[in-house]
Structures are given as C-alpha cells and as structure tokens.
C-alpha cells in the first residue's frame, strides 16, 4: 500500500528547471549539471568558479589608483600629440653625453639608375604617386593581389628586387639595409641602436639615401675597411642595385678642404695617351696596341711606369703641337663644372694628379678653375717633336701619393680633409693616403679597394657624400 502510493509522487516530480530569474544570456552556463551560488560575502577570494561564470563583474586585481595627468610626462603617461604638429622627442642625433664622444655611421646609397641592370629589357617597376593609404608607394612589389608572388623568386633567373620594389631607393631596400646592419655586432654596453634617413634628392622616389646608424658597428669585431668590403654588403649592392658608401660621422666628412682628381677616365672620359696613338697610322694597330697596355694598366695587371715609359716610347716623331690639336677633342666629364663651381663656393681647394701629359693637364686645370695640375712632361727635341722619352719622375702610384701629402701640408689641411677620385689601380695609394677614396666609374679591383664607389652618370654626385640635398647643391652648383 504504501508502495503504491509513492508510485504517484515520483511520477509527479519532474526534472529540475531554470527559472526566467535564473537564465543569462550564456549557453555554457544554461546547461550545466551544477551552478555554484555567488559568494557575495567575501570577495577577495576568486575561485575557478568565479573566473568562469562571474567574469565579468568580478575585478581580478584592485582597482589602479587615478591621479590626474599634472602636464608632466612620466612612463605611464608619456608625451603625445593629440592634433597638430608630431615630435619625437628621443635624441638620437643629439649631442652625446658629457664626457662621451658620439658614434654614429653614415650610410649613402645610390641607386644605380644608368646600370646596364637598370637599363635592361626588364621592365622596371612603376613609381606610383603617394596616396592616403598607411602603406608607402612599392612598399609590395605589385598593386594587384591577383598577382602578388606568394613564394620568394628562387635560382638565377629571378627578377632583381629593385624592378619588384621600385626603380628607386624603395622602403623595402631601406628597411633590408637596416636588417642587415642590425646582424653586426654593436659595441658593449649598447642595447637600444637607433637610425634616421634623409632622402637627399626626391622623397617620393629618392635615388639618393643617407642613413645614420648609431652606434656604428663594433671596431673590435670589424674595422670600418673590412666591413666596406664586407659580402653582405656586397650581397645587398647586387641584389637591389645600389652602391653604399660607408663614413664615420665626423666634422672632417661635412667639411672636406682639399679635393684631388685623376685626369684621365675620371675629369674626362677618354684616356690621353690613347687619343695620340689614334694619330699615328704607321704602322697600322699601333692605337689598338697602346689601348690595351693602357687598360692592363689600369687593371693593376702590369707596373704603370714601365707601362707608361713603353707605351711613350711608341709615340716617337709626333709633332708637340698634337697637344693643342687634342684640347678640342677632350670630352669633360658630365658634372664636372658644376662640381667644381660649388667647391670653389665652399673654398674647398682642387688639385688634378694625372698620370698624362702636362701640356694638356695644365691646360684643362686653367679652363676648369682647379688650383694644382701635375702631369708627366715629355722630351720634345730642336725640331719640336716627341723623342718618346719622359722627363723627370713618372707621376704613378707613388708620386701621387707624395703630392697629396705635399699639398695639404703646404695648405696646413689634415688629411682626414681630403678627399681623392680616381678610376685607376695607380690611384689607389692616393685614395688610401686621403680621407676619403673615391672611385669613380673604376676598375673592379679600385672598386673593392676604394672607401667609397660612384657609378652614376655625375660627379656633382660627390657632393651627397658631404651630405649635401639636391636643394642645397643646386644653389651651389647655379
């Protein structure tokens, strides 16, 4: 009987429900077995159960105490600009700490925009106009996402990355550079490097960057030579096209006093002894053989005074007036009056080292306004023609060497303030004497060993190496 009559309650007594009061808005929540009250007495204490089903009214750590912000910048409220006008207000080109010498290197690239690569049948990338987006112009080598490279090119053929980014000094090729500097190891004790750029001639599609690096890479792990003939840099050079030039920044880099030029391949395009060679058509291809001595020469293949008393030797009976004949044949160097203009405006002193002839040399000094010309002088005989013997010492590796040191003591200069240009292997222990070397158009071997590469179509290029803007060098140069 009584059996019977608990049969009905259990039948009557349904599944436990959630109430309208109970539910939330949390599916997770609605359909557990088991929802632990809330623990309004004590709340310091944050269980699982709490963190999961209370989260959002419960605080996890004590509320942080607010104070007004007294207009002093601090590092919980550092200074920012609302609207207006945007500063940094980090001191990366400032004045080093008392009692510390700064230790910056600056970085010049040049896009090499005559290149046979630049040239080539390969189209390079469009220089697209800025917009409003975040992303610079070429920042991704196509604006098309249906043609967007979706793995890095790959085996010998691949397009070279400055026809992918910009025919240009692109961000990509900056920030590239930057990441490879970053690989070299910084002087000890320094933890946070820094680096600006300026675009010296255009800041939509520059041509010509000057990046500084502060520090420079640590002296005790690579000098300031070894790592210009670094093959990461070299690397980079080919892969995007460039040439860098690497300087400490000193005031002697802003301020040279004393430039000294090669002649020949350098202030003009030709090489003098090879223009009178030209002249003489007996006996036939003797132009071609004083062509290529010329050019071995150059290459550091054979001793440039042998080179140069053998190749004069062949000149024997031309008439001495030959030198006036060939003033109007010398094709000058495109950049170099303008070049020279702005450095008689900056009272920099000019001198032309040529291992050529003196009559022509003089002559080209006068006509261009430089302040020093030594060349080689050659025996001219009563009847006012060449012996073929060469009067004096040769002007060649040493020689040249001696001049400069000659010249910047005479004009009381440090030789940290001079700079040399030159494209020949007899040029080297000059631009190695100097503070600056300067290969220009040079030889593979004078590229590898010179300071400082130009391979554009301008020396007014020169001027960028001293930091100078396009605007700034068109004043010098008008």
Not at 147 to 155: M, R, W
Not at 352 to 377: K, M, R
Not at 392 to 398: A, M
Request: proline share 8%.
């Amino acid at each position: 009987m009584a059996a019977a009559e608990d049969s009905p309650a259990r039948q009557t007594s349904g599944r436990p429900q959630l109430s309208s009061s109970m539910r939330t808005s949390s599916y997770l929540k609605e359909h557990q077995q088991y929802r632990p009250p809330k623990n309004s007495d004590n709340h310091n204490h944050f269980g699982i159960d709490t963190v999961v089903e209370d989260l959002q009214g419960a605080r996890l750590s004590p509320p942080k105490s607010f104070s007004p912000f007294n207009g002093v910048p601090s590092k919980d409220e550092p200074p920012r600009i609302v609207e207006g006008v945007s500063h940094d207000f980090t001191h990366p080109n400032c004045a080093p700490p008392p009692g510390t010498r700064s230790n910056r290197l600056i970085a010049t690239l040049f896009y090499k925009s005559t290149s046979s690569r630049a040239s080539s049948q390969v189209i390079p990338s469009p220089r697209l106009a800025s917009s409003n987006s975040d992303i610079p112009a070429n920042l991704a080598p196509t604006t098309n996402i249906e043609s967007f490279p979706l793995e890095p090119p790959s085996g010998a053929d691949c397009e070279p990355l400055d026809h992918l980014y910009g025919s240009y000094i692109s961000p990509l090729c900056i920030t590239s550079f930057l990441h490879l500097m970053s690989t070299f190891p910084s002087p000890k004790g320094i933890h946070e490097p820094t680096s600006s750029h300026r675009c010296l001639d255009d800041p939509e599609h520059p041509l010509v960057v000057e990046l500084t690096l502060s520090p420079a890479p640590s002296p005790d792990y690579l000098s300031l030579a070894d790592l210009r003939k670094h093959e990461f840099i070299y690397r980079f050079e080919q892969e995007w096209n460039v040439d860098v030039a690497l300087q400490r920044d000193t005031l002697w880099r802003r301020h040279p006093r004393l430039v000294v030029f090669d002649m020949d391949s350098t202030l003009i395009t030709q090489e003098v002894i090879d223009l009178l060679a030209a002249t003489i058509t007996d006996p036939p291809g003797l132009a071609a053989k004083v062509a290529d001595i010329t050019h071995r020469a150059m290459l550091g293949e054979l001793e440039f005074d042998a080179a140069f008393r053998g190749r004069v030797a062949l000149l024997k009976g031309l008439p001495a007036t030959i030198f006036e004949q060939l003033r109007s044949v010398l094709d000058v160097t495109k950049g170099v009056p303008e070049l020279l203009r702005a450095l008689r405006r900056l009272g920099v002193k000019t001198a032309v080292l040529s291992g050529g002839f003196l009559p022509l040399t003089s002559w080209l000094a006068g006509e261009l306004g430089i302040d020093y010309a030594y060349a080689n002088e050659v025996v001219i005989d009563d009847s006012g023609r060449l012996t073929g013997e060469v009067k004096g010492t040769i002007v060649g590796r040493e020689r040249k060497q001696e001049l400069v040191l000659e010249i910047a003591k005479k004009e009381g200069f440090s030789l940290e303030q001079v700079v040399a240009v030159g494209d020949g292997a007899n040029d080297l222990l000059m631009m190695s004497t100097a503070g600056l070397g300067v290969a220009w158009n040079a030889k593979p071997r004078v590229q590898m060993e010179a300071g400082a590469r130009l391979n554009g179509a301008s020396l007014v290029d020169l001027l960028y190496l001293f930091g100078f803007t396009r605007e700034e060098v068109d004043l010098l140069t008008a």
